[in-house]
């Protein structure tokens, strides 16, 4: 079994927010060490320069948007993000979900950066769809499942089989990342045995009582 | 003659991004002070905390939504801006538009954390709107105004003029911005002989081939 | 106690669309005419020609855009809802918001036509704002009541009382109407009692067994 | 050459809506009948009912939600469009652009009531993310070609052969059509060389001084 790319979400929470995504991002950093693993962190817009520059952790996005240098008040700009030490973002999370024309220029402006490219979908249909876009990953997460506790490998395997495979029929260069409910290592290992290269969770390591040792959980059966 | 606010709005631009930005940020503050002004900066959302970090000068945002802690990937929640230095933000800019329900969750959020909030508005009704939700401060632009050169003081004086006379009969405790082509000393005072208490400007400085002295041609009429 | 208006919003309830949409809005014409009330119906969009064409009713659109004769594939143009029969349009309901910018140009464009105006709002400040507008109606409805069958008139009656004193201040041409949760005659009065002019109803008539008793019990109390 | 289907979008035209919409939707049925192709026509959504009570031509929405039977209101839904008379819609429209989640559950809504889907895209990568959806027809119009009059095939030919290249390759069930420019008989056979099977227009026909005349001419070389 390849090493898994696993990221960790912040959304808006307050245990992930400033001075505590600094804290929750170093134990990432730890973890990933120890187990020989990549974690990475996608804390909030504002905070991704106080995480890279205090932590060495491959930083995400939570956003970007696919606007250029110009008069775009209040948008995340690809190349603002990169200086500010992103390595890679999410792109159309259910909880920031963009048109297919901005999917797609958001995509061509974070790989302009060399940023590594997340697009996250709700559905086979929609992941085939945006594998089409050529993004480096595609993460399905059922939003139903999202936030519950129950792993997306075990509540519906059958969206994650079907992912992997039609997104190696569209674009076979697209990795298959998958979402919700996700956050013991039963829980990774199982969705490594769908064929997804990877995990995005989030609830289950920055609201637990200890992250670390939900980190450490986590990449157990590694 | 009071002491006008103003405030530098960096949108997207290249020369107003990362570390252009903290360069930008530092004439600001060392023109504010020499002409005993208030001149608050708003970097792109990723560049705050590396501004505020670095320039001690006011850092505003330029957008903020009104969510709570929880999931909302991709949000920008006003804790978030105040813990990464913030002291106010924009709201409602017309590259940036909310829904009205928005917008005034948005000031409550901002409020919540102590911050100034500035409602961007488009014309006298959105004006006289945008003031019975109570912000600090409201600033009109017209968008056809916005990026041109041409003053709006000049362009449109009845605007500001009508905006001013309508927060005054809604809202007597918001007072009133202006902005829309405005870079010299001479658009500056002619606003506040408008009745405006400061200005919003943005390509006008930071396209500016030296921001510095546009930032000293700008308060030199006071 | 003046006559009150009722408008009967079909949202998108199977039991409202198509033919069905033509006999709720008979049914409406029928209780109205016995009682002596005014009762409009809000159809979908794309059943107010045929509603209109057919039952001798006040029609209103569930949504009108800004938009002038032009590139607008999608959009709702209020002359179109004019010329397809429609008096009035539901403008920025909690289930189709519109930015700031966006609802004081539908207030223009319908207002243009010649058609009432009844912009929703959420809470006592968005009624305000909406008030400053100056539309024929501002309709509050907090969302968490929408289709809970508990009228805001018991559930939240200072939110009605609230909103009739801020408008009141702000613009004493626009009136108010409640709606959420409304259903039975005793709610109607309740909220004329709390300084409304009339309400804004879905669920508790389209989806009810009967829809004319429904109706006819909505008028009893006047 | 198979005989081509021909979409004529009205817009939001001054000179499409309401009773002008019926005539230039008689003079779309008189010429298709005549040439012996299929013309639809694409009214607004209130002129829907209008137009195919009257017409007998294929009807189709400019844009159809995902919404069931529900709280939806200002939403447009497929079954209450194809109540009204349309046979398919348009989705995804560059001027009414959908997130991606979105235009997967329109697609399914309007197919799940026999409606044809014609999903718009604005480059080559959208048109192959939107074969993966499954619709009938997917529709290739570069934004920046719309309402010029210089047509796409002439303009930018490769977004054409391109977009039918990535069809093919991942949908083969899936047909293209082109848009943007296209008004002449030459635009269509040159539109067709290229491999789609159709053609979207707007202005070129219902803006014409004689909207009858441009139809013939647009349907001459077949």
Known sequence: MDSPLIVVNFKTYSQGTGEAAVKIAAACRDVAAD?????????????????????????????????????????????????????????????????????????????????????????????????????EYVAVEPPELIGTGVPVSQADPDVVRGSVEAVKRINPDVQVLCGAGISRGEDLTAAMDLGSVGVLLASGIVKAEDPRSALEDLVSQL
């Open 35 to 135: 187990a020989g693993v990549t974690i990475g962190v996608a804390p909030q817009l504002c905070d991704i320069y106080r995480v890279s520059s205090q932590v060495d952790v491959p930083v995400y996005a939570q956003h970007v948007d696919g606007v250029s240098p110009g008069s775009n008040t209040g948008h995340v700009m690809a190349s603002c993000v990169q200086q500010a030490g992103a390595v890679g973002s999410l792109i159309n999370h259910s909880e920031r979900r963009l048109n297919l024309a901005d999917i797609e220029a958001s995509v061509r402006a974070a790989q302009a950066e060399g940023m590594n490219t997340i697009v996250c979908t709700n559905n086979i249909p929609t992941t085939a769809a945006a594998a089409a876009l050529n993004p």
